[in-house]
């Protein structure tokens, strides 16, 4: 990208105070299902794709300071965001991150959280200042800041769109509250806090009977901090007690892990290896959790 030469663009002090101007960023979707512009004219819509713009102008100008959001507007088929700018730094910083793609890259990425479009759906954008698409000349970004700057805003900030900058204001809430430090042998599962304890006999023998053929995933959770499981020891169980069944090798897979490890070998590490292996519902069953409906 272009070198700028800002001097033009400050006043006689050295400051860009004097710099102030307009652009439209137009924005659209590859989707006729998902279209922007009726996402904004429907209610319950309205506030979460404005929460993406909003975002989106943040992520590219790196702040909130120096532009505002005036006016957003039908300019079918695309949803038109009438910015201003009041300072010229944010707005370089505005054009380099469209320049190189960045801007769109951050409205796609929260479009698709917040308005959980599909995977595939390609955001459209263009940008214009007055009567110049500014798409057309973005290598000479001294031309497009000057463009900019011609395009003095000709109203204040739209009502609704104060509304829905407060709106979002309020969303935030108060800072959240630092989260309570657990009791002592404790743990957390799915938000509930669970007694930890030695494993026991009667753990084995649920965990044999409901595993199944998982022991071996589970296994290689566990020996990641359990010298006795490291290397072929489970492959090695696998085979010497491989007429006994699956019952028996899951059986001497968490005995061995007890043996090793002695009062160490707590039921949360058990509940964490599962977890790491995703059998969350053989985590439920060791902690006697009842299914759900």
């Known amino acids: ?26 924005l659209g979707s590859s989707s006729p299902a998902h279209n922007l512009l009726s996402l904004y004219k429907d209610e319950q819509g309205k506030f979460s794709l404005f929460k993406v713009i909003k975002l989106t102008l943040i992520d590219s100008v790196g702040g909130l300071e120096g532009y505002e959001i005036l006016k957003l507007h039908d300019a079918d088929p695309f949803l038109g965001v009438e910015l201003k700018f009041m300072a010229m730094p944010p707005c370089q910083r505005f054009l380099e991150s469209y320049a190189c793609g960045s801007l769109a890259q951050f409205l796609s990425q929260h479009a698709s959280r917040l308005l959980t479009l599909p995977d595939g759906v390609v955001m459209e954008t263009q940008l214009k200042a007055g009567i ?4 057309q000349s973005l290598q000479d970004v001294e031309m497009c800041l000057e463009h900019i700057r011609q395009s003095q805003p000709v109203r204040l900030r739209d009502d609704e769109v104060t509304q829905l900058e407060q709106q979002l204001q309020n969303s935030f809430g108060p ?39 998982d022991w071996k995933r589970v296994g290689r959770a566990l020996q990641k901090n359990c010298h006795a499981l490291k290397g072929p020891a489970i492959d090695n169980l696998a085979y010497e007690y491989e007429r006994e069944g699956l019952y028996e090798q899951a059986y001497q897979l968490l005995g061995r892990f007890i043996q090793s490890e002695g009062r160490s070998a707590k039921l949360s590490r058990l509940i964490s290896a599962l977890e790491e292996t ?3 519902s053989m985590a439920e069953i060791m902690l006697g959790i009842q299914p759900r409906d």
């Open 1 to 26: 990208m272009d070198s700028i030469d800002t001097k033009r663009l400050y006043d006689s002090n050295g400051n860009d105070g004097a710099f102030s101007g307009c652009a439209v960023l137009f």
């Open 132 to 135: 110049h698409t500014l798409d």
């Open 278 to 280: 995703k059998l969350t």
């Open 175 to 213: 800072p959240s509250q630092p989260p309570q430090e657990l009791p002592r042998n404790c743990f957390l599962f799915q938000k509930r806090v669970f007694d930890d304890r030695p494993l026991a006999s009667a753990d084995q023998q649920r965990f044999a009977a409901h595993v199944g053929r």
